[in-house]
């Protein structure tokens, strides 16, 4: 098959303008930036807010191997597939981190017949929004040790700033360093850190807001550090919220583009799974919900993590209706979680996929327990045999999940027919109403126990001294009311990776909480959650390239 | 007088799709970035290479005094007048730097009647160019310390890394910091800085290539540090030139706007006039050199600083040949040269206008040097008196200086006639043939004399011990056929801000000698050159907002 990049040069773009048009938007609602980018002005959805909803379909997964399963793919073909059938369809998803791009691999939003152009834009600066967000959070860290050196007027702990700054760049030489050094006139000594901009809560709150209003008012919140006598200390007692949003006047509206099969997609924000919630804005979804009959979004990771946080945090939060949920499942990531080693997952073996289907069990349990109707996307890989293929449907059918093979990968659209019809029947049949999996006037320890075994499984959720001292601590400060944020690893429904399949059993750890208090939810972190990444040995950043006529290459 | 906002508030862009077809762009020629901002694409270049050029003409200034002298609004005002009188003229200058507008005071691009618009845009995020430069910037710092971190098989040796990191923000604490703490696995320890984005080598590089193909050359050039042996490591040498290029494919593109009059200003780069030559880039001068009959160009701060790099550096890697200058001047400059302390200048004082003159006689010598004809624009002030404004005239006449009051802050266009006639005029009857002042084949020593005896008037140059050793390494290393970027203070001639006036019989010590070998000049410091600058107690940050229309106030 063509690689995504010589696919992606022959798809015949149309221009922005006539994918806004074809979505309703007058001229004066949306902004080109170049002939294939636009912008749709968050004002859209104010003067939309009386016109009906489309239908919100969520795309998760199992739990994943490390190479992942094709859920933007599979979110792409869906959305494809259902314009095949005549519904207006709108992708959701969210924008890609350019900092990885030169790292590990490539970039990617989607592959193969099912991807979103211009990838090369969408991969680098795409419409500046992750910039800005880069630029609004590092002036914020630097009025903070500006406050410092001029006199320290809110008293502020040089040793508890909690704000760090961040790039856009995966640069482990940033993720502990000591600043202020060579003398009084270059600002207080300290030590401070570099994360990855996804992971700034600029990025977190940037999706969970509804206008320039509530973003401002989210700004304001956010904690920045603490004063000598333990007082929190926010943006608000700095005063310079205004200067942030200003910042992100852009930002805040969504990216409109289009896939290779000219389906609109809004991608829009892409906050880290892991210390966020991983998914595209509230106003991405909310917009596309007014433009479209049916709307297929995604979250990050499996269903534990990222359809947990898409529900209990996005759709609280923006008062979403999800209407069914796409669990992506595929051959190999069922024989690894049925115990075989990464390096055999192509050879055939039924008994281990058998294994493996616990873990997808259970996540299509966890989707049930949000009252949410799903269909099983059964997504082919080319070394997925007939025997294996046709031995998860027979599985599928045992446990009464309805499944659908798609192959939307190597077809496109024409791959994802029958998984539409599930949905859209699915849809059509169910009678089931959505609601999160717990209040959040319930109490912290209330909440975070309700994750871990109703979601995870866990039998016994342990925290170590410093959590507890943190959860009296958000207590006392009047933070208990808020959502939680899992940090867990992706592979395990535990907090250890290597404990595939549906894991029984045991115990999950809470070692430390962070109030995100602008995005509004408390970050649970289990084990090591890395935010900023490293650059490998052979960085991807040697293969890609300007050529003499300014097409980049080799970057995916 | 209405503030500069409420003026750009009041003003009516057009289209700048309709500003393109003015300019006989065709629709594929150019990309929109909303619909008051475009990138024009390179390529036209070329395609326009057998085009007849437009002339140009270059506003430089006499020394300033800290508070600016209205340079910009001079070149835009300029600009505009010439539209009036129908000749097609077009502006070309630098993009502001976001950073300081939350420093000491907020953004401008020119100002008054004068002005670019939509001034927001300009001077918050634009096109992204200076986001593309920082993440490339940053990306090679990464790659070099994760070089380092992998094997260091170029054996760089990490305390003669010469690579730095750099921020579009005002940030103190980030000049000299350590990276790499916490342990093997956060990379290698050592010391390192920040500067802002507009000291980036890159920032200089990219404002001196005219295609794809040289920018990737000169990023390869580039120095990062020297190994344990003392030899130099470049770009190249890392292999990346290519993603780094990939990085800046939008970036390379120049900027069309309008001023407020309509009239097309080219907006692209903006390098730091000190350690860089601080014009904005050649292919936005030689863009619109092909699209215009008169281009009004800027450089950064005085005729000794700015007019010697546009010329020597600039003009000569071009192949430009500026048909005239300007050389703006104003009452308060020749006070406060003529020795009248800053809060005293609004009082009328002939004597001190006199005795300041000397400071602009001696610019007009500099330009004269380059065998270019030039106009003394007389920029007027509120404060001014008439009988200032007279004797200024006398002044001139005395000299034999054209001389063409300018009114171009509170009148636009209307306010610059008589400069743009003066200098339609001058262009007309000129039978000058500009020259660099040296050859880059001169030895480094002499080309350094040159620039400080013929330029600045000194008696004498002295060397540090450093700079000395320096000047041998640049000879045995082979770089001493690059031309002389010098950093010294604009408030003087000499490298001494406190001496005012047409300083005489001074020493300059040059103390280190930076090679800037993508952008293919050796920067020549004099005193102490401030790379990144700090906040001040009240940054000017407390004052910008976004409203709840999404519009951003405060910022000018």
């Keep these: ?184 006139g270059n600002g207080v000594t300290r030590e401070a850190g570099f994360d990855i901009t996804v992971a700034s809560e600029i990025m977190a709150l940037l999706c969970l807001v509804e206008n320039a209003t509530e973003l401002k008012d989210a700004l304001a919140r956010m904690l920045i550090g ?70 297929v979004t995604e979250a990050g990771f499996g269903a534990d993590l990222g359809a947990e946080k898409f529900f209990d945090i996005k759709c609280r939060r923006g008062q979403l209706e999800p209407s069914a949920a796409v669990i992506v499942a595929t051959v190999r990531a069922l024989k690894y979680h049925g115990g075989i080693p990464k390096k055999d997952l192509t050879i055939e073996d039924l008994a281990a996929i058998t294994r493996g289907f616990a873990n997808l069990a259970h996540h299509a349990r966890i989707v049930s327990e949000y009252h949410v109707p799903f269909v099983i996307a059964l997504n082919r890989f080319p070394t997925d045999t007939d025997a294996e293929l046709a031995h998860v449907e027979k599985l599928c059918a045992e446990h009464g999940f309805r499944v659908a093979l798609t192959e939307v990968f190597a077809k496109g659209g024409a791959g994802g027919m029958e998984l539409a019809r599930a949905i859209m029947e699915t849809i059509d049949h169910s009678e089931m109403s959505f609601a999160p999996i717990y209040d959040v006037e319930q109490s912290l320890l209330n909440k975070i126990e309700i994750i871990c075994k109703k979601v995870y499984g866990a039998r016994t959720v342990q925290f170590t001294d410093v959590a507890k001292r943190q959860l009296a601590d958000c207590d006392r400060h009047g933070w208990s009311n808020l959502p939680i944020c899992m940090a867990k690893t992706p592979y395990s429904f535990s907090d250890n990776p290597s404990l595939i399949g549906d894991v029984q059993e045991f115990t999950i750890t809470i070692r430390d909480i962070r109030p995100s208090l602008g995005a509004e939810f408390l970050v649970c972190l289990t084990g090591d959650i890395m935010t900023m990444p490293g650059l490998p040995k052979h960085p991807h950043a040697l293969k890609v390239d300007l050529d003499e006529s300014g097409q980049v290459t080799g970057l995916f």
């Excluded at 909803?53 to 992942?68: E, F, R, Y």
């Excluded at 910042?247 to 099969?261: G, M, R, S, W, Y």
């Excluded at 389906?263 to 596309?288: D, E, K, W």
């Design 1 to 184: 098959m063509k690689s995504d990049s010589a696919i992606a040069q022959e798809a015949t773009m149309l221009p922005i303008a006539m994918i806004a048009k074809q979505l309703g938007l007058a001229d004066e609602e949306w902004e080109p930036y170049g002939r294939y980018k636009a912008k749709i002005h968050v004002d859209v959805l104010e003067k939309m807010k009386n016109h009906p909803d489309g239908k919100l379909i969520l795309v998760t997964a199992m739990s994943p191997t490390p190479a992942g399963e094709g859920k933007s793919t599979v979110t792409i073909g869906l959305a494809q597939a259902l314009n095949k059938l005549s519904q207006r369809a709108i992708a959701a998803i969210r924008e890609p981190s350019l900092g990885p791009n030169f790292g590990l691999k490539g970039g990617a939003a989607g592959g193969g017949y099912s991807q979103v152009l211009p990838m090369s834009d969408i991969n680098l600066h795409f419409t500046g929004d992750f910039h800005a967000i880069t630029t609004a959070h590092n002036l914020l860290a630097a009025l903070i040790d500006n406050h410092l050196y001029q006199g320290n007027e809110l008293h502020i702990d040089p040793d508890r700033v909690t704000w760090r700054r961040v790039l856009d760049i995966n640069d482990r030489s940033l993720r502990q360093v000591a600043i202020g050094l060579g003398g009084r």
């Design 226 to 295: 603490y004063t000598y006598e333990n007082v929190p200390v926010t943006v608000s007692d700095l005063g310079v919220q205004g200067a942030l949003a200003a910042l992100l006047k852009d930002a805040i509206h969504p990216n409109l583009v289009q896939t290779i099969e000219n389906t609109p997609a809004i991608i829009h924000g892409g906050p880290f799974g892991n210390i966020a919630h991983g998914c595209n804005s509230l106003i991405a979804t909310q917009m596309a919900l007014k433009l479209g009959e049916y709307v």
